[in-house]
RNA sequence: GGGCCUAUAGCUCAGUAGGUUAGAGCGCACCCCUGAUAAGGGUGAGGUGGUUGGUUCGAUUCCAACUAGGCCCA
């Protein structure tokens, strides 16, 4: 029986357990970072040395629900930047935020009310909205906290305190003062029944019959169409006859080919496409009398079939050959198409309907009849006037209130709009575009698109939850009071007891002895409408950049969503121009959306969504930082059972490796063995420093999964299979305090430290973790030590590719050893001798190298030969290594037998002795 | 229906400013080790580069259409 040398070995040892154990080490360890307020600590030192300022203004979540995986990947990535342009050296103070108005709440509120919803005083209503967006932020901070996000959680900004909603008013006002705003109609979703206004989330689709009648128009000018000695139409189909006598104009599509064709009443003139289906409607001679493009028919004037109007012809894009005629009745009041239209050419929003859905008294025929069962008299006077080309019945998909499951109705209201057009908002806001860098690129081509084309932004919702359009209008004549004073005493209100002083107020409190500039009254009233919520969020720049000196405006950076060039990124740029005259932001970040395996988006109804809170539950918060960092955000980004299980496989080589360095420094005595180093330690040096200089790179350029594949490759390749396996020998048997061991350490401390920093912004759970285990530091959080910075010194290309061409021969060594392996002719590597045919060239080259060359391969001998027939520059041969097994560093030695420790070869002998 | 975006091995990503056999790691298969051990090492097999056209002497790389998917609108 052999002697055991075991217990002269320095086998690694460390506490740094393999098993990660994160659900239940990450609570711990947030502990630890909240008891000790390291994040407050770090942002106050680096304000202090005032190296610099990195400010990542956060986007607020709507404070309902709980969080998904795209909070949740969203928030990690502001993360990892707040995290790494910390640790440079950069304040970076993240102030997370919720946006608390709107709808959804309001819905979620109503729907707990149930029947008392009809009476509740607002303000009432309005606390149990409060209540409930408070009840969300607090899950949701803590569900943000637990995936190890750092920033002032304590002191959020809140689009709902006082201090916010003051802010949201100022700016208003500020839009004001500045003449951006205006009243306009524009048509709404509306409930007849309920007499309500309702927005998109209130209307439910359900399937209704309808009329659905072809009505002529009358063409008074001809001059345009070779036909003039008959009566020539236009002719429009319609499901809602009711919004005929709101119609002003008649549609045409500029590219289309329209066609006179005889009828037993006439002319008519349909897009050629549509001939086919109507010859089974209207009796028509099939061959047209003449054809005319669309943009020809521009401008001409038809008569209204039963009121005493001309209706316009104009050109639209939207206009379809499909169901209909290919012309389209238009009626600004009563539709979103008709209303962009009827903006562009300049035409009235005309809505003849009044709230409870009643045709108003300048209605010919029709005054006070409701607009549903007025479509049979119009029919039949439509039937009396000949102008009914057909009359039949269509069921499809209508629009109907969600509460009393009604059919609604669109119709044109008084709104609050912000101008695009005054002092040339979008001009300005297109030129703030450019400004601003864009990652992705096509992000800049996206907004700037969407605000060149975008209507005025429409402010107001008829609602209770939301901050009060603070204004105050001329009972008489409808003015608006703009008056510096007043909008200042208003905003201090508004600070003091939140914007709920608005419903309270006496507005002769506030307008004493106050008379309407423009026509002397005396009587004024409140406007209740409430603003868009996007507004809210738009000001958050003012609220909270503006808010604090140390802070800067404009930000650094906003990163959200794709979504948001529609959403945040331009309510915030327009709120800013407004106010500010620039852009809120340097550079705008957007990720794509979570996805699954597939490439399918997550939604209850697939079954395919994934929650952070189960991620973290079973692998940890951790495994989801990775994956955030795995991923190319700027695609969408896809997450599986699969991709968890890859990635929580690669956490754990990472993992090892981290635990293996350091469990190689157990007895490390933190001297300086720089000047020892053997030349493959310098190469992992090198090698180091180009991780290094590719992870810094990949940080600053927002390129996360750079950061973990390099890492990751970095771990596998060049350490595992490679330096660490080479090491091993020299760690293990080699004399503790031998230079060539110390030397080792030394790279591996560097190895160890640099790596664990280079990981933190991402693992940062684990790196804490393993910051603990690391001797010789003196921060007592990873965060609070500098990020590495690359050692020039240590790199060497030509290093590089000499030990590219090492590596190059090992590899076919390995080849070699294979084949024996599987020939059952060796096992371990150490059992073989390997002879190297070589040429001269090759030889040369080597023999700097040759008593490295069994420690680099992992054999027990090497010997070179040199032979000039060779057909490549080298052939390697197995042999069975000479000699005996030592049993203490298991290499084989012709020696080991012939000392007197008789199981040793020379080198471990020496060891011993001393 | 419109605007923008994406499509490279089972997975996550590289790459080619158009030019010989398209790379990496993981996973998989097989083998070794048992002194990183619910670890470690080695070798190997995997790709019609979404589809179809076009430009070109030559396209994965440029263009177009289509398909699938995503975001935003209608």
């Not at 081509?445 to 939301?466: A, N």
């Not at 020039?792 to 021969?809: S, T």
Request: charged share 30%.
């Amino acid at each position: 029986m052999p002697k055991d040398y075991k217990d002269t070995l320095n086998l690694p040892q460390t506490d740094f357990a393999m098993k990660a154990n994160l659900a239940e080490k990450e609570p711990q360890l947030l502990k630890f970072w909240q008891d000790n307020k390291i994040y407050e600590e770090l942002q106050e030192k680096n304000l202090r040395e005032g190296k610099g300022k990195f400010i990542l203004h956060d986007g607020p979540p709507y404070a309902n629900g709980h969080i998904h995986i795209g909070h949740a990947l969203n928030k990690i990535l502001k993360d990892i930047i707040v995290k790494y342009h910390s640790m440079n050296g950069n304040y970076s103070p993240f102030i997370p935020g919720w946006d608390c108005h709107g709808l959804p709440i309001e819905l979620q509120v109503d729907k707990s009310l149930g029947k008392e919803k009809e009476s509740i005083d607002i303000l009432r209503k309005r606390q149990l909205c409060r209540d409930y967006a408070e009840k969300f932020i607090n899950i949701q901070r803590e569900e943000f906290i637990r995936l190890g996000v750092f920033g002032y959680w304590d002191t959020p900004y809140i689009t709902m305190s006082n201090e916010y909603e003051a802010t949201i008013v100022r700016e208003f006002l500020t839009f004001v003062k500045k003449g951006y705003v205006y009243r306009g109609k524009k048509p709404v979703y509306w409930c007849p029944s309920c007499v309500t206004a309702l927005a998109d989330a209130e209307v439910e689709y359900a399937e209704k019959e309808s009329p659905s009648i072809f009505v002529a128009f009358e063409i008074i000018d001809k001059d345009k169409i070779p036909i003039k000695d008959a009566p020539v139409y236009m002719v429009i189909w319609t499901t809602t006859p009711w919004t005929l006598p709101a119609n002003l104009a008649l549609a045409v599509h500029p590219e289309f080919t329209y066609v006179g064709l005889k009828s037993s009443k006439g002319i008519i003139i349909i897009v050629k496409e549509a001939v086919k289906n109507i010859k089974d409607k209207i009796e028509i001679e099939e061959t047209p009398i003449f054809e005319i493009k669309g943009a020809h028919l521009e401008g001409i004037r038809a008569q209204h079939p039963f009121i005493d109007r001309v209706s316009r012809v104009v050109t639209a894009d939207f206009v379809e050959t499909g169901e209909g005629s290919g012309i389209v009745h238009i009626a600004p009041g009563h539709g979103m198409e008709d209303y962009e239209v009827g903006l562009k050419k300049g035409f009235e929003i005309y809505a003849p309907v009044d709230e409870k859905g009643r045709f108003t008294k300048e209605v010919p025929y029709f005054a006070g009849q409701n607009i549903f069962s007025a479509n049979k008299e119009i029919i039949s006077l439509l039937n009396e006037k000949g102008l009914l080309l057909w009359e039949g019945k269509i069921t499809h998909s209508y629009p109907h209130c969600w509460r009393c499951k009604k059919p609604i109705i669109f119709r044109a209201t008084t709104q609050w709009f912000i101008s695009m057009s005054h002092d040339n908002l979008r001009g300005r806001a297109l030129e703030e575009i450019d400004k601003v860098r864009w990652i992705p690129s096509w992000g800049r081509d996206r907004i700037y698109s969407m605000v060149e084309r975008r209507p005025d932004w429409c402010l107001s919702r008829q609602r209770s939850w939301g901050v009060p359009i603070t204004l105050f209008l001329c009972q008489n004549c409808e003015h608006i009071i703009v008056d510096e004073e007043l909008f200042e005493k208003i905003i201090s209100l508004v600070e003091k007891e939140g914007s709920d002083v608005w419903f309270k107020i006496n507005i002769h409190d506030l307008l004493t002895d106050f008379s309407c500039p423009k026509c002397g009254s005396k009587e004024f009233r409140k406007e209740m409408d409430i603003l868009d919520v996007w507004f809210d969020s738009g000001v958050s720049h003012a609220a909270v950049l503006d808010r604090d000196p140390k802070m800067s405006w404009p930000a650094d950076m906003y990163l959200e969503g794709s979504d948001q060039h529609r959403g945040w990124f331009q309510s915030s740029l327009i709120a800013s121009i407004g106010s500010k005259e620039k852009a809120p932001y340097r550079i705008v970040l957007t990720h794509g959306f979570t996805v699954d395996g597939q490439g399918r988006k997550m939604s209850k109804s697939l079954g395919n969504v994934i929650s952070p809170q189960e991620i973290i539950k079973i692998n940890g918060a951790d495994i989801v930082r990775l994956w955030v960092s795995a991923e190319d955000y700027r695609d969408d980004i896809k997450l599986s059972k699969e991709i968890l299980s890859r990635l929580t496989e690669a956490y754990r080589k990472i993992r090892n490796t981290l635990r293996y360095l350091l469990g190689n420094l157990y007895d490390y005595d933190g001297g300086d063995y720089s000047s020892q180093l053997l030349e493959i330690d310098k190469w992992a040096m090198h090698r180091l420093q180009k991780l290094i200089r590719r992870v810094k790179r990949a940080y600053e350029e927002f390129e996360f999964h750079q950061v973990f594949h390099a890492v990751y490759n970095f771990c596998v390749t060049d350490m595992s299979a490679f330096y660490l396996d080479i090491l091993k020998d020299r760690l293990y048997t080699f004399k503790r305090e031998s230079p060539e061991r110390r030397a080792a350490q030394w790279v591996l401390y560097k190895i160890a430290n640099s790596l664990i920093k280079l990981m933190a912004p991402i693992i940062s759970f684990t790196a804490e973790e393993a910051w603990r285990h690391l001797p010789f530091t003196k921060e007592k959080s990873v965060f609070l030590s500098a990020f590495p910075q690359i050692e020039e010194k240590y790199i060497d290309e030509e290093l590089e590719n000499r030990w590219n061409k090492l590596i190059e021969i090992r590899d076919e060594v390995n080849k070699a050893l294979e084949i024996k392996r599987q020939e059952k002719f060796i096992g371990n590597s150490l059992e073989a001798k390997i002879i190297l045919y070589v040429n001269k060239t090759v030889k040369e080259f080597l023999m700097g190298y040759s008593d490295f060359l069994p420690t680099l391969f992992i054999v027990s001998q090497v010997e070179l030969k040199e032979e000039e027939k060779l057909e490549a520059d080298f052939k390697v041969s197995v042999q069975k290594a000479e000699g005996e097994k030592c049993q203490r560093c298991w290499n084989y030695s012709p020696m080991v037998g012939k000392l007197p420790e008789r199981d040793l070869c020379p080198r471990c002998y020496h060891v011993i002795e001393s």
